[in-house]
């Protein structure tokens, strides 16, 4: 007999070599129709995997991760069986789930895929998906992995097995298909009940330019057709508040190829939403005690590689700029924090000078590839709101919490309700991708755990999300159409500290370490926009709007008394344009809606005679007359709603 320890800290036995989908039929008859993938203390397994040892296990259904991630990778397989069996002789890269469905990286040769081809392959998946094969795993040697996929002619394959480890190699069968993978997958193809093929793009292998480029198929698969249906609808949605098209639509920010790719341009509109954004986090910092620094685009090639950003992203960032100095390097700066370490050392501290706080709108730059360039969301240049705490240990769970009530407050004035936190932590078997001693590393991960414990948040773990100096919580977001959002991240760091010999005298009199913390609430402003663009659908909060009012005179002749309206209007701080062109009203009304201008001011004979201005709502029809006064009043106390 095992013991089993279940998530509720219950204990119970079953004999050894029962599977996760036996252990859910003995709870329930439905949960075991539900149980799509296990996690066996701290790896994700097949449910139809034996566990022969005592384990502490969570049984995984749709509506979590782990269930949708085996889900859609057994889906993506499917997919590559349907496509072996359309078009024999093609070559099959990677396949992953992905954040919504998943793709597979296929080399056609000679053949063709276009969208027209997508319902035959639909068509395809669902006649294998019925056919109920089992997903089936098998140990195999790295020399008989190498020679199978020698006899079936796959470099990418063979590319793959080489950098594997002989001992840790599985190969998936089902039906007439298989594939190299490490799994988990469901028990089989019948769970698969509704397909849609989203897109086709080209993906170069292994992310590298200068591969060969794959075609990658982007799909998504449900356990349920309505599941389908309501996610086709949200696609649908989406659209509409694409930022890009939004953006465009407002006048928010363009792209230029003069200037290059992923490098945006804001436009006055943009600007100004930017500014206010940037304003209304400068004042809540102040409020806690942030100073604010500015530091330059640039550093010299050292500074990076002692912060270690030179090893980290020198293959992802802009090469190197040389001077005319023989041997001078200067790199785009990749991270803000380096800078900030500099300025902490500008002089001696002592423990009474900690916490010292220093904030920054600082624009870093990445070579992220062509490719992979989306919008606001995926630039090459991109602004943090970033902020760096240099405290001593024992104000490090304080600095955390204060950090967290930062966040927290940013959701809520911006109407983010739903979100998750990620406590986000070094991969336990491969320390070789980050800085740093064990020791250092256990102080900030339970320092991260034990705070956002007192703070009572719910909180999901990550093992191997963790950057590179020091483990992260991470914000998730929904936006209004359900989907999630990384945004804000803090970050726990003694690595930076010791790399860059910061100190400060204790009251030992004695040198100390400070603890540094990293945050943006933000994340990076770009994104931020975008994933505000999209979760308003344009329509933002009157305090944060570009333009709060826009003056529609009826005719030319009102020209005069509108100006003198919204001179009025802007010396109170409340923002308006003015529309004189000489159209009619209605069609000045229609146009400036499509703007998403909160409130449409129409002035005339009448208001000219009573002093005021007829008030429209925005999406919302006619308020009525009001004075002038009246309604800066009125603005005032909805603004003061919003950010109260």
Not at 433 to 460: F, Q, R, S
Not at 508 to 522: G, L, S
Not at 598 to 607: A, F, N, R, S, T
């Amino acid at each position: 007999m095992i013991k089993i320890t279940f998530p509720d800290k219950t204990i119970r036995e079953y004999n050894k070599g029962i599977t996760g989908l036996e252990i859910a039929k003995s709870l329930s008859n439905q949960l075991a129709k539900e149980v799509l993938s296990i996690t066996v203390n701290t790896e994700i397994w097949d449910i139809t995997r034996p566990i022969n040892s005592d384990a502490s296990i969570k049984l995984h259904k749709w509506n979590d991760a782990e269930g949708k991630k085996a889900f859609w990778h057994s889906s993506s397989h499917l997919m590559a069986e349907a496509l072996e069996s359309l078009y024999p002789g093609i070559k099959f890269g990677i396949g992953p789930s992905i954040e919504n469905g998943f793709y597979y990286d296929i080399d056609l040769g000679e053949k063709t895929i276009s969208e027209n081809d997508f319902p035959k392959i639909e068509k395809k998946m669902l006649e294998l998906a019925q056919q109920k094969n089992d997903f089936v795993c098998s140990n195999i040697t790295k020399a008989d992995a190498l020679k199978y996929f020698s006899e079936k002619n796959d470099e990418y394959k063979i590319e793959l097995i080489t950098d594997l480890e002989d001992g840790t190699i599985t190969l998936y069968k089902q039906g007439d298909f298989t594939d190299l993978c490490k799994g988990p997958h469901l028990p089989n193809t019948s769970y698969i009940k509704a397909i849609k093929l989203l897109n086709i793009a080209g993906a170069y292998w292994r992310g590298d330019e200068k591969n060969k480029q794959l075609t990658r198929i982007y799909a998504i698969t449900f356990p349920k057709k309505k599941l389908l249906d309501e996610y086709l609808v949200m696609l649908e949605e989406a659209k509409k508040r694409d930022h890009r098209k939004i953006g465009k639509e407002l006048e928010l920010f363009t792209f230029s190829q003069n200037v290059g790719l992923g490098l945006p341009l804001w436009l006055p509109r943009g600007a100004k939403l930017k500014e206010r954004l940037e304003n209304f986090l400068k004042k809540v910092q102040k409020e806690y005690g942030y100073e604010q620094v500015s530091t330059p685009h640039i550093g010299n090639v050292n500074l990076y590689k002692t912060s270690g950003h030179f090893q980290k992203y020198g293959k992802d960032s802009f090469q190197p700029i040389k001077t005319p100095q023989e041997g001078e390097e200067f790199m785009l700066k990749p991270m803000n924090c380096p800078h900030h370490c500099e300025i902490y050392k500008f002089k001696p501290r002592s423990y009474k000078d900690l916490p010292v706080r220093y904030a920054e709108f600082g624009t870093v730059y990445r070579y992220e590839q062509s490719g992979e360039l989306h919008g606001l969301t995926r630039v090459r240049g991109f602004t943090q709101d970033d902020a760096h705490i240099f405290c001593r240990p024992d104000q490090l769970k304080e600095e955390f919490l204060k950090v967290m009530d930062i966040v927290l407050y940013i959701f809520k004035t911006l109407d983010f309700k739903s979100f998750i936190t990620q406590v986000s932590l070094r991969d336990k078997n491969d320390h070789e991708k980050y800085i740093g001693t064990d020791e250092n590393w256990k102080k900030a991960e339970d320092a991260i755990i034990e705070a956002v414990d007192e703070k009572g948040l719910d909180y999901i773990v990550e093992e191997g999300e963790a950057a590179f100096y020091g483990p992260k919580l991470d914000f998730i977001v929904r936006d209004a159409i359900g989907r999630k959002w990384q945004l804000g991240t803090i970050q726990v760091d003694y690595n930076l500290p010791e790399r860059f010999e910061l100190e400060y005298i204790g009251n030992d009199d004695k040198k100390h370490r400070p603890v540094m913390i990293h945050r943006a609430p933000f994340g990076s402003m770009e994104r931020f926009i975008a994933v505000l663009i999209e979760h308003t659908a344009g329509k933002f909060p009157l305090w944060l709007t570009p333009d709060q009012a826009v003056i529609l005179p009826i005719s030319e002749k009102f020209n005069d008394y509108a100006k003198k309206v919204l001179n009025h209007l802007n010396n109170c701080d409340i923002r308006t344009i003015i529309d004189e062109r000489n159209e009619k009203v209605g069609r000045k009304i229609r146009d400036n809606e499509l703007k998403k201008i909160p409130y449409l001011l129409i002035v005339g004979e009448k208001e000219i005679e009573n002093n005021t201005i007829s008030v429209r709502k925005q999406g919302e029809g006619d308020m009525g007359a009001m004075t002038i006064e009246k309604f800066i009043e009125y603005i005032n106390t909805e603004v003061k709603k919003q950010i109260s």
